[in-house]
């Protein structure tokens, strides 16, 4: 009985396994693409293989990037910019499959060295706050976010290459708070990086647009607190303290609400972000020069 059992399970693995393969031949064709996408995007969890079945099929991902630029090329030239949910859903669809090609470490690299994330920058550059471009936005920017997952030093020297921080940074100062949480998460991988910790310290023009938009995004969480994304904006900002010129300036430029009892109660149950707060302060007054009462003194 038992044994029955298994070749059953069996053969419905391989029926699986011959409808993935079907779809997956169909995103090639223009009529039976949209539910070919639907279909494979239900399946990329459970189909622990799909990455490499879509990287290797010849045409595959030409078909998916052919569907992100539909709607790349027609954004130009519609004012006001207006998208479908249709239109939308269907370009994430495409996005998800690309997703699953990105973090899976069989196809990663050929995905990075191919530029795909490239792609998607075009979505990243939308502004419309309307639904379908905001699902749009977060989607490609949960492409992103599965790369720097991995920490793999490929993905950040890649990164580092492109806009990407200026694209997360513009995101974090006006995007809904689900595509902030995502891009100050980017954001914080790539400051977790060593290279990428010195590249953005490496001129006070860069640190100071990333200081500048952390500091706008604690004075918008003083008024309508999220602990998610307060979060991320903490560990940022102690990542930023263990580089000896960004902690000097941070000394200066730390907003208050840090420093004072403002997200107590937000953070009340959260012990790792009170840890990183407490570590953050200690941080900073750490090698400062103060006077007989303990005031720092700032340099004049």
């Not at 196809?107 to 490239?118: D, G, V």
């Not at 030093?153 to 694209?167: D, G, K, M, R, S």
């Amino acid at each position: 009985m038992l044994a029955t059992g298994a070749a059953a399970t069996t053969a419905l693995v391989q029926v699986d396994r011959e409808k993935i393969y079907q779809w997956i031949n169909e995103l090639s064709s223009p009529e039976t693409r949209e539910n070919a996408l639907l279909e494979l995007s239900k399946k990329r969890e459970s189909v622990p293989d799909l990455a490499p079945m879509l990287w290797h099929s010849c045409g595959t991902i030409a078909a998916l990037l052919q569907v992100v630029n539909e709607i790349v090329n027609i954004y130009p030239s519609i004012n006001p910019p207006t998208l479908t949910a249709h239109q939308s859903n269907r370009v994430c669809n495409a996005l998800a499959l690309l997703q699953c090609v990105a973090s899976h470490p069989e196809t990663r690299s050929a995905f990075l060295a191919a530029h795909i994330p490239l792609f998607l920058y075009p979505f990243l550059h939308t502004v419309s706050k309307t639904r379908p471009f905001e699902y749009l936005r977060l989607t490609s920017l949960g492409v992103i976010g599965a790369l720097v997952k991995t920490d793999e030093q490929e993905v950040i020297n890649f990164l580092l290459t492109t806009e990407i921080i200026p694209l997360c940074l513009r995101i974090m100062e006006s995007g809904s708070e689900l595509s902030k949480t995502v891009a100050t998460f980017i954001l914080q991988k790539i400051l977790l990086d060593d290279t990428g910790l010195a590249y953005i310290c490496q001129t006070y023009e860069r640190f100071s647009h990333v200081a500048m938009i952390l500091g706008k995004m604690v004075l918008q969480l003083s008024k309508e607190p999220s602990a998610r994304l307060l979060k991320h904006v903490v560990r940022c900002y102690l990542r930023l303290s263990d580089n000896p010129r960004a902690r000097e300036a941070l000394r200066q430029c730390l907003p208050d609400q840090l420093k004072d009892a403002t997200f107590a109660q937000v953070l009340k149950d959260d012990t790792t972000t009170k840890r990183w707060l407490a570590q953050l302060v200690k941080n900073l007054q750490e090698g400062q020069v103060t006077d007989g009462r303990g005031i720092p003194l700032t340099a004049q």
